[in-house]
Nanobody, 127 residues
Framework: QVQLVESGGGLVQAGGSLRLSCAASGRHFSSYAMGWFRQAPGKEREFVATIVWSGANTYYADSVKGRFTIAGDNAQNTVYLQMNSLKPEDTAVYYC????????????????????WGQGTQVTVSS
């Protein structure tokens, strides 16, 4: 049974920072990539960032590029999302996800590509 557990969400003022963490567990768990998505009320789940372990390549949504940084440790099955210069529009539930299958990077922006999901952590940015 694979589990992804996020932590680090909370309430922060605009311009502030938060660091999200995600730990994956499960016998023989091994992923190709791990990513972060978010979902605001009334909106679809959207891609935020992903890291492909082979080569440590990272990809970001345009809306967070330059403000958010994804990093992690493949051996420890952990991934982090450092969020700086937060804006009210970043308010959402943030989900960690794991993709087990090698694929081209553009498909990693699609939630359907991912095999396992965490329960989500709320991030609220006040203006």
């Amino acid at each position: 049974q694979v589990q992804l557990v996020e932590s680090g969400g909370g309430l922060v003022q605009a311009g502030g920072s938060l660091r999200l963490s995600c730990a994956a567990s499960g016998r023989h768990f091994s992923s190709y990539a791990m990513g972060w998505f978010r979902q605001a009320p009334g909106k679809e789940r959207e891609f935020v960032a992903t890291i492909v372990w082979s080569g440590a390549n990272t990809y970001y949504a345009d809306s967070v590029k330059g403000r958010f940084t994804i990093a992690g440790d493949n051996a420890q099955n952990t991934v982090y999302l450092q969020m700086n210069s937060l804006k009210p529009e970043d308010t959402a539930v943030y989900y960690c996800a794991a993709d087990l299958r090698p694929t081209i990077w553009i498909l990693l922006r699609n939630p359907a590509q991912y095999d396992y999901w965490g329960q989500g952590t709320q991030v609220t940015v006040s203006s």
